[in-house]
Structure formats: C-alpha cells, structure tokens
DNA sequence: TCAACTATACCGTCTGGACGGTCCATTCAA
DNA sequence: TTGAATGGACCGTCCAGACGGTATAGTTGA
C-alpha cells in the first residue's frame, strides 16, 4: 500500500484541488482561473469541469478540504497537550508558532491564506466551514478553565499574527516572535 | 468659506475615491469596475480615466489617501494620550477599541478593510503605503518603553481583532471585547 | 476688443482580450 | 457496450483601456 500511496498519481479529484492551492499561492487570487487550474493539474478545462461543475464548486471543495485538515490539525495539537487547564490555549500557541511536534510547516500557513483570500474574493459565504471550525475553537478556548481575557488575548493574538504574514504588513523577527511567545506563555502559568 | 466647504461638491478627484469605497464595502472587490465607480462617482468613464489612467492608479489613489487618514489619526490619537512609557500602546487600544475620544467609528474600520482586500486582489505591492504606516507604528511601539513582548502582545491582539472583524471568522461578543481589552489594558499596567 | 488658439476637464463609444461555462467528440475500463 | 472520465473547440459576457469628440476658460496677438 506504500507503493499505492507513493508512486499511483493522486485521483484528479485531489490534483486538482492541489493545483488550486498551489495556483493561488504563486499567483494570486487573480490568477486562479478554470484554463490555469486544467494546465497546472494536467487536466483539461473539460476534465476539469467534470469534476467540478462551476468554480464554485471548485473553491468550495478546496474550502471542505482546508477545513477538515484544520480539524484534524487541531484535535492532533489537542491530544498532544496534557490535560488540565489550558491545554486547548497551549495548542493553539504551539499550532501558531510552529512547534516541533505539531507544526504545519511555513508553506501550510501560506496555503491557508491564499485560500482563504480566493474563496472570500468569490463570495464570503465559501468560508463557512472554516469559520464553522474556527468557532469551535473559540468555544473550546473559552471553556479551557481559563481567564476570559487570557483567551481572548491568546486568540486574537495568534490570528493577528497570522494576518501579518497574510498581508505581510510588516514582518515580525524572530526575536519579536519569541518575545510574544514568552509573554502569552506567562499569561497561562503564573499561579499569581 | 464655510459655504465653499459645504455647498459645493467636492472636486471629482474625491467624489471618485469617495466612490471607490463605497462601491467595495458594498459591492465587495469584484463590484469594483471602472464604470461602476464612474457611475457612484457621477462621471463618465472617460472623465474617471482623464483623472485617474487605469485602475491601477485609482487604487494607488485610494490607498495613498487611506495611509494619510491612518497616518493623521494615529499621531493624533497618540498626542491624547499622556506621556510616558506605554504611550503609543495605549493610543492603539484606544483606536482599536474605538474609545470615544478618538474612534474611527465604525465604518471607517470597514472601508479600511474593504479597500485593503481590493487593492491587495489586484496587486499587494499597492498596499506599500499602508505597509510603511504600519512599520512605524509597530517600531513606535517597540521603543515605548514597555516590554517587547507586551508590545508585540498588543500589537497582534489588536490585529487580530480587526481580522476578526475583517473576514467574520468569528464574532466577538461585547463580554468578549471587554475581557480581552481589560487583560490588554493591564499588561500595561501591572506595578509588577 | 475680438478672433484665433490652447489647455483643461469631461463625455461616450468601441474593441480586444480574458474568462466562465456549454457542448460534443473521444478514450478506456469493466 | 455502456458509462465514467477526459479532451478541447466554441460562445456569450464582461471589463479595462483606447480613442475621438465636446465644452468652457484662459491666453495671445493684431
């Protein structure tokens, strides 16, 4: 079956939604178009179409598919937590900042952005199933046996960050990161 | 004058900008054509083209008026607050929490927002105006006097509440607002 | 002072191209 | 042989931008 999962092509099903992600993130929203997104899965404009019957659909599916990673990415990020109060706060902070154990690596992060941006270009409505997660996690956060506040700050610091790098408005440095780290960390442990 | 100021329309140039914004927030990025904006705007097309040559220079037009509006309210907002260290922090919550004061009021967030999503869809280089605002800010904020990492805490939280707002990912309660904005508030604080 | 000329501001039509989507022919596997 | 999967030509629409025209105000020169 490794050989299966390896050398078999992917279904066009999921060369597609690929071709998508990778579409988007080198040429942006604009450049997502049906011809480009046939030629870079190696589909025609036809095959493609089968599959997906109007570029809605298309972009819906490639939401579904972000959405249901987020959702595995994070119960993952969970489980690896010990329990006891702010666990789901500790992994958010790890999923953020990339650690180790459960990081997405730079490049998810960006697909994740250039996705978005192109579903909410085409109708804001495409992104309710990501938002569908994301309010779950807000809800789980809140119930993490943790100051309100806390959460809050944990959670729209973790989002903040991840718009700087969508927009790139500036660019934190490493040194920046790690401070903020340390500082949303000390939010979660000081016995007071 | 105060008559010059009032009664008579302003110039086309603005009546178009003005136009521009409106049309995004309400249309969103793909209602943005040029003859919808020569409509809103009251001008032919042509006369939209004589003022502003391709869409391209509209949108540079509206960001760069975008960058000055931010520029003026942020210096403004810091000269309310009194001096000391965590000056300019306390002028970012203020405007980010939309303290009476100086609050942008609300839809001046939403045409921030909206016009930022339609120039970046058409090339992200256009929002280098907004960019340069935004690093100086975020340098002010370093060399405020507070601790790196409560700066970059600030910084990313009240991002990330604007992107919340941006793509209604999730929508903060009032309860919300205040609990995160109390934590914030008193990061600053703290006589340690 | 008045006609000729120019500059500025604006208007409306046209076109070339891109893109989404339809339609039908073709291939191939079961 | 049948239907899923694919190919690719084609069409209608939409839009950015070009272009040529118009009107008004200012300038110049005789």
């Given at each position: ?118 579903a ?20 789980d ?29 500036y ?16 939010l ?5």
């Amino acid at each position: 079956m490794d050989a299966a999962a390896t050398t078999t092509p992917p279904d066009a099903r999921t060369r597609i939604l690929d071709a998508v992600e990778r579409l988007v993130v080198q040429k942006g929203v604009s450049g997502l178009t049906l011809e480009a997104a046939a030629r870079e899965a190696k589909v025609s404009k036809g095959g493609l179409l089968y599959h997906f019957g109007s570029k809605e659909a298309l972009l819906t599916g490639v939401m579904q598919r972000l959405a249901e990673m987020v959702t595995q990415d994070y119960e993952a990020g969970v489980a690896l937590q010990p329990d006891g109060p702010g666990r789901v706060a500790r992994a958010m902070l790890a999923w953020a900042f990339g650690e180790a154990d459960c990081s997405p690596g730079e490049d998810k992060h960006e697909r994740m952005a250039a996705v978005c941006l192109a579903a909410f270009h085409h109708d804001p409505v495409l992104l309710d199933p990501l938002r569908a997660v994301t309010e779950r996690m807000k809800a789980d956060l809140l119930a993490d046996g943790i100051p309100h506040g806390i959460a809050m700050t944990i959670q729209t610091a973790t989002d903040g960050l991840f718009m700087a790098h969508l927009f790139g408005m500036y660019r934190p440095t490493e040194a920046d990161i790690l401070a903020l780290r340390a500082t949303l960390v000390s939010l979660l442990e000081p016995p007071s």
